[in-house]
């Protein structure tokens, strides 16, 4: 089971630090990927990272602001997210595959486990 945590309501050039928790099995042979889903639009990739952290992937939307990192002692995958925009504002998802490839990461379709969701709310 998978728990993602941390949104909130920020101000336009702020900063947030999501977490994806991982319960009731072992993370670190589990590639994650955040995805995000606003009002009206499509589910659409964030960020990614491998199992042992050894390659990410990003958006290019959130390229140079989003940073996403692991802790397999901790079952934990963070996406810090800073300069924050108003177009962020969206219900963002964390999602696992075991054994997941780098380049199949963005396809929301490549996933089998996922969170429920965290609003994050970026204002003006």
């Known amino acids: 089971q998978l728990q993602a945590y941390g949104g909130g309501l920020v101000q336009a050039g702020g900063s947030l630090r999501l977490s994806c928790a991982a319960s009731?099995?072992?993370?670190?042979?589990?590639?994650v990927g955040w995805f995000r889903q606003a009002p009206g639009k499509e589910r659409e990739f964030v960020a990614a990272?491998?199992?042992?952290?050894?390659?990410?992937a990003y958006a290019e939307s959130v390229k140079g602001r989003f940073t996403i990192s692991r802790d397999n002692a901790r079952n934990t995958v963070d996406l810090q997210m800073n300069s924050l925009k108003p177009e962020d504002t969206a219900v963002y998802y964390c999602?696992?595959?075991?054994?997941?490839?780098?380049?199949?990461?963005?396809?929301?379709?490549?996933?089998?486990?996922w969170g429920q969701g965290t609003q994050v709310t970026v204002s003006s």
């Open positions: 999602a696992s595959k075991r054994g997941i490839i780098i380049s199949s990461m963005s396809g929301s379709t490549n996933y089998d486990h």
């Open positions: 009731g099995r072992t993370f670190s042979n589990y590639g």
């Open positions: 990272i491998r199992w042992n952290g050894g390659a990410t």
